[in-house]
């Protein structure tokens, strides 16, 4: 049965999407549609590209949520992909509504000297506050990378 509506809902979809993408229908005589307004008549060729961040980082956006976070889950890393990785462990994050697992991953490391510190929840009068993961480097400081990093291309 799931199947089935599935199956009609998807053919619907493609049935209406050509409809979809046309410029709208005058619903009375006499009125133009508004013509401020962009309707895509034919698909577009730009490819979404991801915006590197600058060095430094800008400044993370606080999140505080009302109550504590769930208990981690329990999470077995898979093999580094290089030694230069660290594992950054899964946490609960706060999106507004509820907490939402969100999955460890492999970070390379900056420097090799560098330490990871995972990012972690921390109790403040105004509730629950995300610290952010950082890197902290010897004789350096937190999250200051040392002098002449990242290295001239």
Known sequence: MRQAILIAGAAALAISAPALAESPTPLHSGFAPDT?????????????QAQV????????????????????????????????????????????????WQPGK????????????????????????????HWDYPGVGSSTPPAGYPPAR
């Open 36 to 48: 401020g307004a962009a309707f895509a008549t034919r698909p577009t060729t730009e490819v979404a």
């Open 53 to 100: 961040p600058a060095y430094p980082p800008a400044a993370p956006t606080i999140v505080i949520a009302p109550t504590a976070p769930p208990a981690p889950q329990t999470e077995i890393p898979p093999p580094a992909p290089a030694p230069s990785y660290v594992w950054d462990p899964g946490h609960w994050a706060w999106n507004g509504l509820q907490y939402i």
């Open 106 to 133: 492999y970070v390379e490391k900056p420097t090799v000297s560098a330490t990871y510190v995972s990012g972690h929840w921390e109790q403040d009068p105004n509730g629950w506050v995300w610290v952010q993961g």
